[in-house]
C-alpha cells in the first residue's frame, strides 16, 4: 500500500510541478500584465494546488490530508478571483495592453457604464 501512495504522490508532485513550470514560462514570455497574470492564476494555481496535495497524500494522516484539501480548494476558490480583481485595477489605472491585443472589452463595458451614469444625472 505504501507503493501505491509513494506513486501517485510522486505522479501528482510531477504534473504539478510541470503547471508551475509553464506558468513560470508564461510570466516570463508572455507580453503584456493581463496574460502574465491568466498564466500565474490558471497554471500556477493548478500547479501549487496539486503540490499542496502531494504533501496531504504523501503524509497518509487524515488530519494532514483533510488540512491539505482545504487549503487546496481555498487556493483553487480565491487565487483567480484575486487574479481577475489586480487586473481589474490595472485596467482602470489605465496599464496598457499589448500591441498584439486586438480588443478591449472591459473599456467598451465601462463605456457603456459610464455612459448610463451620466444619463441618470442628466434626468435628476
Do not use: C, W
Not at 508551475?20 to 503584456?32: H, K, M, Q, W
Not at 500556477?44 to 497524500?57: D, E, F
Not at 489605465?94 to 467598451?108: E, F, H, I, Q
Request: proline share 2%; hydrophobic share 50%.
Amino acid at each position: 500500500m505504501e507503493l501505491v501512495f509513494a506513486l501517485v504522490t510522486a505522479v501528482i508532485i510531477v504534473v504539478g510541478a510541470f503547471f508551475s513550470l509553464v506558468a513560470a514560462i508564461g510570466i516570463n514570455r508572455l507580453p503584456d500584465l493581463y496574460t502574465r497574470m491568466h498564466a500565474a492564476s490558471k497554471a500556477g494555481t493548478i500547479g501549487s494546488g496539486l503540490l499542496l496535495l502531494a504533501v496531504g497524500v504523501h503524509a497518509a494522516d487524515l488530519a494532514t490530508l483533510s488540512r491539505a484539501l482545504a487549503g487546496f480548494f481555498f487556493f483553487i476558490l480565491t487565487a483567480p478571483v484575486s487574479a481577475h480583481l489586480l487586473a481589474k485595477a490595472a485596467h482602470q489605472v489605465g496599464y496598457p495592453l499589448a500591441r498584439l491585443s486586438t480588443r478591449d472589452d472591459l473599456k467598451k463595458s465601462q463605456t457603456v457604464k459610464a455612459r448610463k451614469s451620466s444619463d441618470k444625472r442628466d434626468d435628476k
